[in-house]
């Protein structure tokens, strides 16, 4: 964007309403209820792990049932503005309010495939008042820089990079020339970061998008609504002062080395007490319990007698009478334009206009044709790259790149009750006056915004013998392939049939499910098992592995004391832990509480 004075909100955020889901028949109610696997027995995917070793904060988690009180009080959430001012605090931030916010934000913020993509600084009051001066200098137009901060987050980011775009590097190759273009491409991608495909470094983009909404909600949870965040989500990579940009770097300890690999400050959000005013009406009581909710959410995939495996066990294999109410898919959407609207700094009729939503209702004959027609798609997208998989990369590695791609069917089928592709047209988010970058981020944040509504009224008035009542599964697998179709083989956008004019890039697929089972426990293993790694995910941090704090001019790992780390579980007092159906739990799951001395002290001396 070329402005860089802080825009006037052209309109409020519209407020979302509860909407209860129903369970379904007592008869028809299932659990989870995994076991560890007998003295023999082969581990799967639905046993539980033995052990946990782990330092992240999340651990594996259930759903913590909300009354409607509680629900209905937790939705402003979904549709908060940004605070005015900081006033003076009532004390200084602690470690352990610090802990938590973390552990809200950059430890756990993704709802679509996990990767090692951010990193933080976070500054004290007095290197705060300095970056509010260096973000003046730098321009951010999309809010006013606040002074008064008590912390700052400096969020940096590298481009997407897993064991799947390295597989995408042999992709898309002629056979002759493979073996040229081949070492061209990751060249390209190694030293100038080239992203194979478009959508490829999208996912960037996403993900901070992901990153800045859940910071908005931690900030509030973490200080008991006491204090906000003014998160700055446009990038900078247009700096009215680039020397300003730099020093802010500098502050962020980036290195040249850094640089050259790709990583970039990406977001700033400055944290603040807030006048009573702006105070999130939010009890400590409640703030622990969506504290731990936040961390026991996860994208499901499974729909009970849909797609369950051969293997799965009885629960997963018998569909459930249950429906995502209309009414609930509505006030998704309108938590979604609240966050791009927010994002963005356009009204919501924009917002409304600019993002590209398809639903398919696979409850409708219609949508049932649909959802094949798109499947049929995807699935040739993948045959054609099957074909064209060079063999002289392919044979070395024991067929190992086929094998990967071929799994791709199956990771990225779409199953659910409610189904959307979402995505933006590149030449009306710039005649907009908006960056496409800018965009896509606030797209994430829609996204995500969109999916905790439909994930948060799957807690409220949970009975004790379900898991949950509704799921989301964001997924940017289904576009990747698509996104090889057409670069490739020349298909069309998984949104031009429905926008033909329009000129769509699809970004994501919502698949919304309302059912009492969760997921396999495999799902969560892929996250935080070094044992059983999932070949596209990378393991959740610890928070001394991203998040640094400043502090006397010095930047030191959070809560690494000498050789000693954190190993605590953030919100543990809320106690919902997966147990067996004995109740026994995963040894090493509960984790272990960080000293008290340090945890209760103040984070800035």
């Not at 889901?21 to 799967?44: C, H, L, N, Y």
């Not at 606030?442 to 509504?453: D, E, I, T, V, Y």
Request: proline residues 8%; glycine residues 8%.
């Amino acid at each position: 964007m070329s402005d860089h004075t802080p825009r006037e909100r052209a309109s409020r955020p519209k407020a979302v309403d509860l909407v209860p889901i129903a369970p379904p028949p007592a008869s028809q109610r299932v659990r989870r209820d995994a076991d560890f696997p007998k003295p023999g027995e082969r581990p799967t995917r639905y046993t539980l792990p033995t052990r946990l070793e782990s330092g992240s904060p999340v651990g594996y988690r259930t759903r913590v049932a909300l009354t409607r009180e509680e629900g209905a009080r937790a939705l402003p959430l979904l549709s908060m503005e940004r605070p005015s001012a900081f006033v003076a605090p009532e004390a200084p931030v602690l470690e352990r309010e610090l802990f938590d916010e973390c552990a809200l934000g950059v430890l756990s913020a993704r709802q679509s495939t996990n990767y090692r993509g951010h990193r933080e600084v976070i500054l004290g009051p007095a290197e705060s008042a300095r970056a509010a001066e260096l973000l003046r200098r730098v321009g951010r137009a999309e809010a006013p820089v606040l002074d008064g901060a008590s912390h700052t987050h400096l969020v940096l980011s590298r481009p997407y990079r897993t064991p799947f775009t390295f597989l995408l590097t042999f992709i898309g190759h002629k056979t002759l020339k493979s073996l040229a273009t081949v070492p061209m491409r990751a060249w390209g991608k190694r030293f100038h970061h080239v992203d194979d495909i478009p959508t490829i470094g999208y996912l960037q983009q996403l993900h901070l998008g992901i990153l800045a909404d859940a910071m908005e909600r931690a900030a509030v949870i973490a200080s008991r609504g006491a204090r906000r965040a003014q998160v700055f989500l446009e990038p900078f990579d247009a700096p009215k002062d680039a020397d300003a940009l730099r020093e802010l770097e500098s502050l962020a300890g980036l290195t040249a080395a850094e640089r050259a690999r790709g990583w970039r400050l990406s977001l700033v959000a400055q944290v603040g007490a807030v006048p009573a005013a702006e105070r999130v009406d939010l009890d400590a009581a409640l703030c622990r319990k969506l504290g731990a909710n936040l961390l026991a959410f996860r994208s499901e995939r499974a729909q009970p007698g849909v797609n369950a495996d051969p293997s799965a066990p009885e629960p997963y294999r018998h569909r459930q009478d249950m429906d995502v109410p209309e009414e609930l898919v509505t006030m998704v959407g309108r938590a979604g334009y609240n966050a791009f609207a927010h994002w963005t700094g356009c009204d919501r009729e924009a917002a409304k206009r600019l993002l590209l939503l398809e639903r398919i209702d696979v409850l409708s004959p219609e949508g049932k044709a649909r959802l094949r027609e798109v499947r049929a798609g995807l699935d040739a997208a993948t045959d054609a790259a099957l074909r064209d998989i060079p063999l002289w990369a392919d044979l070395p590695l024991g067929r190992a790149l086929t094998r990967n791609l071929s799994k791709g069917r199956k990771a990225f089928g779409m199953t659910g009750q409610r189904i959307y592709v979402g995505g933006l047209s590149r030449r009306e988010v710039e005649a907009a006056s908006l960056g496409w970058d800018h965009a896509v981020r606030a797209f994430g944040a829609a996204a995500a915004r969109s999916a905790l509504m439909g994930e948060l009224m799957g807690c409220v008035e949970l009975p004790p013998d379900c898991d949950l009542l509704a799921g989301l599964c964001l997924m940017a697998g289904p576009v990747n392939q698509n996104d090889i179709g057409k670069q490739f083989y020349g298909h069309a956008d998984l949104l031009a049939k429905t926008f033909p004019d329009r000129d769509p890039t699809s970004l994501l697929v919502w698949t919304m499910k309302a059912k009492t089972v969760a997921d396999p426990i495999g799902n969560e293993e892929q996250l935080v098992n070094p044992a059983r790694k999932g070949a596209l995910v990378d393991l959740r941090a610890a928070p001394h592995e991203v998040v640094s704090i400043r502090a006397d001019g010095a930047l030191r790992p959070m809560r690494k004391q000498g050789e000693s780390t954190s190993r605590e579980r953030a919100f543990a007092e809320v106690d919902n832990f997966v147990r067996s159906p004995a109740g026994a739990e995963i040894p090493g799951n509960r984790g272990e509480p960080w000293p008290a001395a340090l945890a209760d002290a103040p984070a800035w001396g």
